[in-house]
């Protein structure tokens, strides 16, 4: 089993629709990362955030650290969030990832 | 655009060749990871270096050999490779101290191993 979970593998959605993905940890972290990849391969970080709520732009993350849970949210999708979202969580000094989440948003 | 940099960006090589992966970080940032990205699984970290000095080898095979001359700059040797080994090789950096967390991620190298 691995020490980051995410949820669902998989999402298509059509443009506009809400959407949340989901992940959950089995580890103590220092802090927990939400990333984006995209298809050719290179990735960007949307949020770091250790506890609460961060929001940007369309992207809402949120952070229960008692549950050892984060959520993202999109907001008003749209088919450029086509991309593999991906979870890691700040270990001592290491990222442990996810597996990523592919989300494709149909016009 | 991240401040960090990878070339080549796309590769392939035969079992027996030799070749090397090229990263580079615009950012000042004093630390360098190597990470290797197979299909349907997570980021595996492959190597750390901090001040230019490797501090995390998580059981890489030696066919992978890793070269950081300077903070700036981070190379992975590689040497007789399986086909297994054909992945996305992604280089990242960040800075240790003040208690950030965040690395920045190059756009990786598509490993073909024929």
């Known amino acids: 089993k691995n020490e980051v979970e995410q949820s669902p593998q998989n999402l298509t959605a059509q443009e506009g629709e809400f959407i949340t993905i989901n992940c959950s940890y089995s580890v103590g972290i220092s802090a927990l990362h939400w990333l984006q990849q995209h298809p050719g391969g290179g990735i960007v970080s949307l949020f770091m955030l250790s506890s609460g709520k961060k929001k940007h732009g369309r992207l809402i993350a949120t952070i229960n650290i008692q549950e050892k849970h984060s959520s993202l949210h999109i907001t008003a999708s749209h088919p450029r969030d086509s991309a593999v979202y991906i979870c890691?969580?700040?270990?001592?000094?290491?990222?442990?990832f996810g597996t990523g989440t592919r989300l494709q948003v149909f016009p | 655009e991240t401040g960090v940099t990878q070339t080549p960006r796309h590769l392939v090589m035969g079992m027996t060749n030799k070749k090397s992966l090229k990263c580079e970080q615009h950012l000042g940032h004093n630390a360098m990871y190597w990470y290797k990205q197979s299909a349907k699984k997570p980021l595996e970290l492959m190597f750390v270096y901090s001040l230019e000095e490797r501090v995390e080898n998580n059981s890489v095979p030696s066919r992978f050999s890793p070269e950081c001359p300077n903070s700036s700059h981070l190379f992975l040797h590689l040497h007789t490779l399986q086909p297994e080994d054909s992945a996305l090789y992604l280089c990242?950096?960040?800075?240790?101290?003040?208690?950030?967390?965040?690395?920045?991620f190059g756009p990786g190298t598509r490993l073909t191993v024929t």
């Open positions: 890691a969580v700040h270990n001592t000094d290491k990222l442990i």
């Open positions: 990242a950096s960040s800075q240790t101290s003040g208690g950030s967390y965040e690395q920045y």
